[in-house]
C-alpha cells in the first residue's frame, strides 16, 4: 500500500533550486503534522523540517535553515519542500512523511522518523558541484 508519494527530485547544480512535492492518494493527511527526511549513501536518515497540521508553524534543521521553506496545502493533500542555494552536501534520498498525532509546535517539533507512521518512497536529489 502506497502512503505518500513524493515527487520532484532531479539532478540541479549548486547554487540552484528545486522544489519537491508529497502527495497522499487514497486518505487524508490534512490534521497530521507533515515531515520531510533525508538519507545520503552511508549515512543515516535524518530530519529536514516539519510543517504542523495547519500549515502555521515550521521547524527546520539547522544544516537548512534560511535555505528550504516547507509549506502545504491542505485542500489538495499536499505538502511541499522548497530548496534554493543548493549545495552538494544537500544529495540524498529526500523523504516525506506524516506524524503519528499532532504536535504542539509552540513548545516541540517532531523531528525523529520514530515520530512518524507514514512514509513516501522517497525521491532522489543530487546536487553537483
Known amino acids: 500500500q502506497v502512503q505518500l508519494v513524493e515527487s520532484g527530485g532531479g539532478l540541479v547544480q549548486a547554487g540552484g533550486s528545486l522544489r519537491l512535492s508529497c502527495a497522499a492518494p487514497?486518505?487524508?493527511?490534512?490534521?497530521?503534522?507533515m515531515g520531510w527526511f533525508r538519507q545520503a549513501p552511508g549515512k543515516e536518515r535524518g530530519f529536514v523540517a516539519a510543517?504542523?497540521?495547519?500549515?502555521?508553524?515550521?521547524d527546520y534543521a539547522d544544516s537548512v535553515k534560511g535555505r528550504f521553506a516547507i509549506s502545504r496545502d491542505n485542500a489538495k493533500n499536499t505538502v511541499y519542500l522548497q530548496m534554493n542555494s543548493l549545495k552538494p552536501e544537500d544529495t540524498a534520498v529526500y523523504y516525506c512523511?506524516?506524524?503519528?498525532?499532532?504536535?504542539?509546535?509552540?513548545?516541540?517539533?517532531?523531528?525523529?522518523?520514530?515520530?512518524?507512521?507514514?512514509w513516501g518512497q522517497g525521491t532522489q536529489v543530487t546536487v553537483s558541484s
Open positions: 487514497g486518505r487524508t493527511f490534512s490534521d497530521n503534522d
Open positions: 510543517v504542523s497540521w495547519s500549515g502555521g508553524t515550521a
Open positions: 512523511a506524516a506524524a503519528r498525532r499532532r504536535y504542539g509546535f509552540t513548545w516541540y517539533a517532531p523531528r525523529t522518523s520514530g515520530e512518524y507512521g507514514y
